[in-house]
């Protein structure tokens, strides 16, 4: 199988030549090698210093670059669903100019340029696939859309399908407005399975995501929370490159400063980021450019590591829904590493359990033995997320626990108090009723 790597990080911290590093590297390595941007400012070209296409370029020896045409992808697989946005807004009035831009999907070019890696692992022709990806925040997000649309189109668009299968006549008779067509809805089948295949190769045991950060405050806190929200996504973490490292030999009283206090924050990176290995690459004299540069970077970076080694389960960090049985209860188990309960909501619905992290939310359908239950109580504990569940018929529910020295989770105390109200209040209102009929 093709291992796919992905680099990502605060913008500037080097993302685009630790993946060109590695890229370069496989092929020396004797793997047949591409690599691809997903930004939209392209800068593998530069990194190269060369002429980067549309399609894989060979740079050197089974090495091949690829910039891809996002537009293109964007085109193919939203323009039927774009025209029929258009075609609505031209009948309410909007410029043709501002329909353009009103119909272009936030952050789709991104993701469509996701596509690319897919079609690139189905054709066997690569032994490595290297992704240069946006930075961090634009990587999350688009990481998460797979997972979101596949939710909005299981519960929305298949019943609006349904209905309009079976009103579009009496709508189209008093409407001036053009009514969505099937070839809207199989274009909007076509992203979503897109997607889904998306999500299943990134979060496969093939895949996996590199954190590139330098050893400065602000960048090592912006890549602990990308830990965590990539592990909520369910995305493999098995690395982390800390970029730009001042050398201790030679160095005079003002770069023993900073070798001092990057040497602190390393390591923070090191208790923040274990088991993960934290490859250091040394502040160079100039920018590492061309083939032979990237090289001696990478070497240097991984010393005598195996970067294209799959991840194991002692190496990486994602997120693994394990199920324990302790009678009738069962306890549902996912690692959020680095992860405040102070910034952890937890939230119900139907069969869904909706976990929050800050300002990333992912909805976790429950398995059959889960949804019959009910929340009984979750805590934070070393990086894990517990949350228990006990059978409707047990009575009343449990308390919820406090996380291990972290404070409540609101919500998750909320929902079993809310439950337990409403079980006290049927309660109530049965033997009301069996009063009432002596």
């Not at 193919?76 to 119909?103: F, N």
């Not at 290995?277 to 005598?304: D, H, K, N, Q, T």
């Not at 889960?370 to 070393?382: P, S, T």
Request: glycine share 8%.
């Amino acid at each position: 199988m093709t291992r796919v790597l992905l680099y990502t990080g605060k913008g500037g911290v080097g993302k685009t030549t630790s993946a060109a590093g590695t890229a370069t590297l496989a092929a020396l390595r004797g793997l047949r090698t591409l690599v691809l941007s997903t930004d939209a400012a392209h800068s593998l070209s530069d990194a190269f210093d060369s002429e980067v296409g549309p399609e894989p370029t060979e740079i050197d020896d089974l090495l091949f670059v690829q910039q891809i045409d996002a537009q293109r992808k964007f085109e193919r697989s939203w323009g039927d669903i774009q025209s029929y946005l258009r075609s609505v807004l031209h009948m309410v009035g909007v410029d043709p100019i501002e329909a353009e831009e009103l119909t272009v999907l936030p952050g789709a070019e991104e993701v469509l340029a996701l596509l690319e890696v897919r079609d690139h692992v189905r054709s066997g022709r690569w032994d490595v696939i290297v992704v240069d990806c946006a930075p961090t925040a634009e990587t999350l997000r688009l990481l998460a859309l797979p997972e979101a649309l596949n939710w909005y189109m299981d519960r929305i668009f298949n019943a609006e399908r349904k209905m309009m299968r079976t009103f579009r006549p009496f709508l189209n008779r008093g409407s001036s407005i053009p009514m969505p067509d099937d070839t809207v809805f199989d274009a909007l089948r076509r992203l979503q399975s897109d997607l889904s295949d998306i999500r299943t190769l990134l979060a496969g045991p093939d895949a996996s995501v590199r954190l590139v950060l330098t050893p400065e405050a602000v960048v090592v806190a912006e890549a602990r929370r990308s830990l965590t929200r990539l592990s909520l996504y369910g995305y493999r973490v098995d690395g982390v490159v800390a970029n730009r490292v001042f050398p201790a030999a030679g160095a005079d009283t003002w770069r023993r400063q900073w070798v001092a206090a990057q040497r602190g924050i390393l390591e923070e990176v090191a208790d923040s980021f274990r088991p993960l290995p934290i490859w250091e690459s040394p502040y160079r004299v100039c920018e590492p450019v061309g083939v032979e540069e990237l090289a001696a970077f990478a070497v240097e970076m991984y010393g005598g590591d195996d970067p294209f080694a799959r991840a194991t389960d002692d190496t990486s960090l994602w997120v693994d829904r394990h199920i324990d049985t302790d009678g009738r209860t069962y306890t549902l188990t996912m690692p959020l590493p680095l992860a405040s309960a102070d910034e952890l909501e937890l939230a119900r619905h139907g069969d869904e359990l909706i976990v929050t992290v800050g300002s990333y939310r992912r909805v976790l359908p429950l398995p059959a033995a889960l949804a019959r239950g009910v929340v009984a109580g979750a805590r934070l504990d070393e990086g894990r997320l517990q949350v228990r569940f006990a059978p409707r018929e047990a009575g009343r529910p449990a308390v919820p626990e406090v996380p291990s020295g972290a404070g409540p989770l609101e919500s998750a105390q909320e929902l079993a108090q809310g439950l337990a109200a409403e079980y006290h209040e049927q309660l109530a209102r049965r033997e009301a009723a069996i009063g009432e009929g002596r």
